[in-house]
Structures are given as C-alpha cells and as structure tokens.
C-alpha cells in the first residue's frame, strides 16, 4: 500500500501540514472583524517573482485587522516641550477602541489550562540538559487545536486530554486567543497567523476545511504538492509572518509529492520594555561548563516586589501591549532543570498571589540572551498521553480525508527563538508535524539578584503563557 505524507507545519511561528474540501470547491471566506485589512508587508527572506505564482492559486485570503495609528507623545509635542493633550488622547481613545472592538468577549477565554501549561512546560524544559532550551505552551496548544479539529474517535480525546479542554472550549479559545495576542503599534507587534496548503487534484473534507479557515483565521492556498513553486511560497509566507526571524530554520520546511495537504500556523512577537534599561556593564556568567563574558543590563529598585519561592527568587519586567517577563532565578543548589519540575514555580506563574513575595530593594543584574531551540515533541507529547496518532494501527484522521491506507502522525518538531536586550523582546516558533499514511529565603532588606548563572524566563501575555524557556549559557 503507497504510503501517504501530509506535513503539518505550526509556526509562532508554528507550520502543520493537513487534507480537507475539493481543490475546485473555494472554501469558505473567513467573515471580516471590525477593522480589517490586508497585513502589512514585512521584509522577506525570500522572495518569488510574479511569474513564479503563476501556478499558486489562492483560494481565500484571511483579513487582519487595521487599527487606527498608535499615537506617540513625541508625534505631539511642539518645539517647546508643550504636548497637546487633547489631540494626543483623542488619538489614543480611537486607537483603544479599535482595539477593544478587536478583543470584544476574547477576555471571556479560559485560560490555557493549568494543568497543561504546567505539564507541557516541565515535559520539555526538563530536558535542557545543559543546554539552552526554549518552548512555547501557546503555540502547542494552537497546533494541537488544529490537530484536533483533523482527528477522530480516541486520537481526539487523548489531544483534548491533553489540552484539557473539550472541542468547542479548545476551538472558541484558539479564535479568542488569535484576537487576544493581536496588536500593531511603534511599541508592541504581536500576530498569529494561519494558512492551509492544498494539493492540487486531491478531495478534502470540506467541514473540516471550513472549521480551521473560519475559527483559526487562515489563508488557503492550492498548488502541485512537492514543486519548489509551492514550496518557496510557503517558506516565503512563513518568513513573512515572522519577519525572518527563524529563516535558519524555516529554509528546511518543504512539502513532497506524496504530502496531502499543509496548514501553517505562525506566532510573532516583538515589544519595548515600559521602563528600558540604560545601565549595561560587561560581567560573567557561570554557564555549566565555565564562565562566559555577557553583557548585563542592570537597575535599581527601591522598592520592588520579589516573589520568594522555597527553591528560587522571582521578579518580574514589564513589556509595551500589557505583556510581563518573569525571570526566575533558581537557588544556588538546584540546576534551572530541577526548578522547571518544581510545582510551587507554576503554582506562582498561574497565580502570583499564592506565593509569599516581599518588597525589597533589589539591584537587578540580567544578562541580554539570544535563545533557539530545536525540539523533537514527539517522545514529550506521548509522555502527555497523545500516543494512537503515532501509529497507523491506532492514528484515526477521518475527518481529515477519505483516502485508501492509514494516516498517522510520523514527525513533530519545535524551533524556537527569543532575544532580550535593553531596548525589549523579540520571540518567534514553530511546530512542524508530519502526517504520514501507510531552602526558605532569608529575611533581607536589600537584595542583589544576579542572574549570572542558569535561569528560566517566562513571557506571558493576559495570563498566557506565550514563550518560557531556559538560559543555560549566553
């Protein structure tokens, strides 16, 4: 029996290759939100002239929002200083009602479930052994979602397990959560984005390609499966989505001829500290296998709240968009992989207010990082109890396509990359999968917290956990 591939690519970037309805039968237009518009153009990596389209043929094409222009002080400030109020809020409460409009009813979405964040989260830090390492709970949990929407019988409900959540509660949260995590402005850029790539010729279930258009806000495309046309296409919509930022990795997705149908899920992220470091001094850091020089951005609190775990001091810095950086720095005698297991850390990251903080003085040393990741999630996500997908005895896709043979899931990979530096943040990821067929702190009153030897990092936004990851060396 002829094996069957369908890669799915989930990119955040997040990329996932999927089937679903005829070729010849246009999906579904994804119903327009206040607002939108086509995204705006990013620098590409990689680029295809015209005629280089000619035979990728767009079938739908997803709107993003258009909010009004961020209004910056200074783009209201005259030659003497005076700022004109007025004008400069008049600007500011259009731009907050777009935007309020954008998110209407999102703030209702359950958050990602505790219990997944937590164990998603210890699944793969665990394993840094030494090294860098760096997840993204949140893009998971969209991929998932889609993966979801394909399965059938058992194969969904150990997903849905998983995720903790039911199908309707998983897919209402993954549209809330779209419009949730959107932003565009001078200081803050956050989007996810979707696309479906069809193969030319082949039957798709149309219910199913309507579920991930209309609730996961995707582009459809359809092309000649395998073709380096349809395949630079998609590397250059990947790089467009994350602003070339994991071009390294992306330039190693392609589909093959015997690939059904893919479906690209991308996250972006990119914001300015509210309060941006301006004291950087050269220092060193105590990887595990010796010391590096880093460059550390440092302030000095006169009063800031540190959260004081049993096992680890914890503060946090604030990001432009509403975001927050949790830096977790872990007590001398346990390594950043023993922390990442520890249940009090997460029990602090669900809810601040359950863990003992103190407000100190605290002189705040935090190296500049640049992290990626390559991760294999397939061994962590059988750990998670998603396990019938990996085998074609077990896999059951039908709602996905009606084709002769058996699918199941062959390949799942992560990459990874966050930056921080004084200016802000910089995050991007994504999951490749492959369908084939066939001791208490003491009492202090000022605190020095260096982190200048392995740490962990969490990147949250309204409660989300967007990027976590640990800092093994710089």
């Known amino acids: 029996m002829k094996k069957r591939k369908i890669m799915i690519c989930a990119a955040f970037a997040a990329a996932v290759l999927l ?3 005829k070729p010849d039968e246009q999906p ?3 119903e327009e939100i206040p607002q939108q518009s086509e995204p705006s153009s990013v620098q590409s990596a990689e680029e295809l002239s015209a005629e280089e389209y000619e035979d990728i043929l767009t079938l739908s094409a ?3 929002p258009r909010l009004s222009v961020y209004p910056l002080e200074e783009n209201y400030t005259d030659d003497k200083g005076y700022v004109d109020s007025d004008a400069y809020m008049e600007a500011y409460n259009k731009y907050s009602g777009d935007l309020k409009e954008l998110r209407k009813n999102s703030d209702q979405i359950d958050r990602i479930s505790y219990d997944f964040y937590r164990d998603s989260m210890q699944q793969y830090l665990s394993a840094a052994d ?3 390492i760096a997840f993204s709970p949140v893009n998971m949990y969209m991929a998932l979602s889609m993966l979801a929407e394909t399965a059938g019988s058992d194969s969904r409900q150990q997903i849905l397990t998983a995720l903790g959540e039911d199908m309707d509660t998983a897919r209402s949260n993954a549209n809330a959560l ?3 995590c959107y932003n565009s402005t001078p ?4 989007r996810l984005a979707n696309s479906l790539w069809l193969s030319d010729g082949m039957e798709y279930n149309s219910d199913t390609m309507k579920a991930l258009a209309e609730n996961y806000y995707a582009s459809v495309y359809s092309g000649e499966m395998g073709s380096e046309e349809l395949n630079a296409a998609h590397r250059k919509w990947l790089n ?3 602003d070339g930022m994991l071009y390294e990795h992306t330039q190693d997705v392609g589909f093959t001829a015997d690939t059904l149908m893919g479906l690209s899920s991308t996250v972006y992220y990119q914001a300015q500290w509210v309060d941006e470091f301006q004291n950087i001094k050269e220092g060193v850091f105590h990887a595990p296998d010796g010391e590096l020089q880093a460059e550390f951005l440092k302030r000095t609190y006169d009063n800031k709240y540190v959260y004081c775990g049993e096992n680890y001091f914890a503060l946090t810095e604030y990001l432009e968009g509403g975001a927050v950086m949790y830096f977790i720095l872990p007590d001398e005698d346990i390594s950043a992989e023993e922390l990442a297991c520890d249940e009090e850390m997460y ?9 003992e903080k103190r407000l100190l003085e605290v002189h705040l040393s935090v190296p500049k990082f640049d992290v990626s990741a390559q991760l294999d999630l397939a061994e962590g996500m059988k750990q998670l109890g998603i396990t019938d997908i990996f085998s074609g005895d077990t896999a059951d896709f039908t709602p996905l396509a009606n084709i002769d043979g058996n699918i199941w899931i062959d390949k799942a990979e992560h990459a990874v990359r966050v930056t921080m530096d004084e200016k802000g943040c910089t995050a991007a990821a994504y999951i490749n999968i492959d369908y084939c067929g066939d001791a208490l702190p003491q009492e202090v009153e000022e605190l020095y917290l260096t982190f200048d030897r392995p740490f962990i990092f969490v990147i949250q936004q309204s409660g989300q956990p967007l990027f976590c990851g640990i800092v093994n060396r710089v």
């Open 19 to 21: 089937s679903g309805c």
């Open 62 to 64: 997803a709107v993003y």
């Open 130 to 132: 030494g090294e860098n």
């Open 28 to 30: 579904p237009h994804i």
């Open 187 to 190: 200081l803050c850029t956050q």
């Open 178 to 180: 779209w419009r949730q």
């Open 240 to 242: 467009e989505q994350t």
């Open 347 to 355: 029990r602090m990251l669900d809810d601040p207010e359950s863990t």
